[in-house]
Nanobody
Framework: QVQLVESGGGLVQPGGSLRLSCAAS????????MGWYRQAPGKERELVAV???????NYADSVKGRFTISRDNAKNTVYLQMNSLKPEDTAVYYC???????????????WGQGTQVTVSS
């Protein structure tokens, strides 16, 4: 019922930038936190950045100062601006949203399909 659609991934050279977008749609009553995760080959999925409905943010140490998460609550969309990209940023990036579909139902985490980000010369 709830879908997250990601866009913006691709191939970029080291030092370059990409902007990821993820729009939530469907039976949405409210959205609390939204975030970005990534999973590199042979690695566990890890939190990259998260933003609350009020705009508070947290970042993984590895991306602090380089990545910026933001959201447009009216559009149910979260963004990840990635600057100064490094080869170690290469991963599949997934967006996540903590969504309530009803006032009576506890929020549930929904995931996007993932978008590949490759940082390579």
């Amino acid at each position: 019922q709830v879908q997250l659609v990601e866009s913006g991934g691709g191939l970029v050279q080291p030092g370059g930038s990409l902007r990821l977008s993820c729009a939530a749609s469907g039976s949405i009553f409210s959205i609390n936190a939204m975030g970005w995760y990534r999973q590199a080959p042979g690695k566990e999925r890890e939190l990259v950045a998260v933003i609350t409905s009020g705009g508070s943010t947290n970042y993984a140490d590895s991306v602090k100062g380089r990545f910026t998460i933001s959201r447009d609550n009216a559009k149910n969309t979260v963004y990840l601006q990635m600057n100064s990209l490094k080869p170690e940023d290469t991963a599949v990036y997934y967006c996540n949203a903590d969504v309530s579909v009803s006032v009576r139902v506890r929020a549930h985490y929904y995931w996007g399909q993932g978008t590949q980000v490759t940082v390579s010369s």
